[in-house]
């Protein structure tokens, strides 16, 4: 079974530039999720999609932050203009399941840095 | 609300040698636990999960055992080997809320 596929895997931008991050999960998983991780901290969840309806966006910084998943397959996740501070992992995962006891699937995450 | 705080890394230790990173959590209700492992270059990865009180979960030598009364989730292993270095995280479940995840400790092992 093929797993999470993300691209690209490392991207350098300077400040005020815009990235797009993209994400194929494993097939036939409903739930989607996109992380940011930050050196020394642990994922903190950024949107998760529930087939291609938006489940939880509370923490996606509506301002510069942007993702959208048609078809409810692949998803890309956008930031415009981006920061210094937008520098970090993104991780995508995925899950049969919707909720939080049970197994998300991760990508091997997509390494951002700001110049 | 929940979270989760986890001992703070590096820890590093020599090969063969008895490991154990501490996890304690706060929570509501009764979410499931987890430990995910993040290898070098690699994605999370699930190690092991516990789903209720008492519950201890297992896989490659490594063990946690979900205590309520104690809210705790220490993950142990007798024996570590070299291939065992990376980065732990602890994390936390509920059927209606979304994972919350400790901030990683990193594991050294020397040959």
């Known amino acids: 079974e093929a797993g999470v596929a993300q691209s690209p895997r490392y991207k350098i931008i300077e400040k005020r530039q815009s990235v797009a991050f993209w994400c194929n999960p494993i097939s036939g998983h409903a739930t989607l999720y996109w992380y940011q991780q930050i050196l020394g901290q642990g994922p903190k969840l950024l949107i998760q999609f529930q087939n291609n309806g938006v489940v939880d966006d509370s923490q996606l910084p509506k301002d510069r932050f942007s993702a959208e998943r048609l078809k409810g397959v692949d998803s890309t996740l956008k930031i415009q203009p981006a920061k210094l501070e937008d520098s970090a992992v993104y991780l995508c995962?995925?899950?049969?399941?919707?909720?939080?006891?049970?197994?998300?699937?991760f990508g091997p995450g997509t390494r951002l840095t700001v110049t | 609300g929940n979270s989760v705080t986890q001992m703070e890394g590096p820890v590093t230790l020599s090969e063969e040698a008895f490991l154990t990173i501490n996890c304690t959590y706060t929570?509501?209700?009764?979410?499931?636990l987890f430990w995910y492992v993040q290898y070098p270059g690699e994605g999370l990865q699930l190690l092991l999960k516990a789903t209720k009180a008492d519950d201890k979960g297992s896989n490659k030598g490594f063990e946690a055992t979900y205590r309520k009364e104690t809210t705790s989730f220490h993950l142990e292993k007798g024996s570590v080997q070299v291939s065992d270095s990376a980065v732990y995280f602890c994390a936390l479940g509920g059927s209606a809320s979304k994972i919350i995840f400790g901030s990683g400790t990193r594991l050294s092992i020397r040959p």
């Open positions: 995962a995925s899950s049969p399941l919707t909720g939080g006891k049970y197994e998300q699937y």
């Open positions: 929570a509501t209700g009764y979410p499931s």
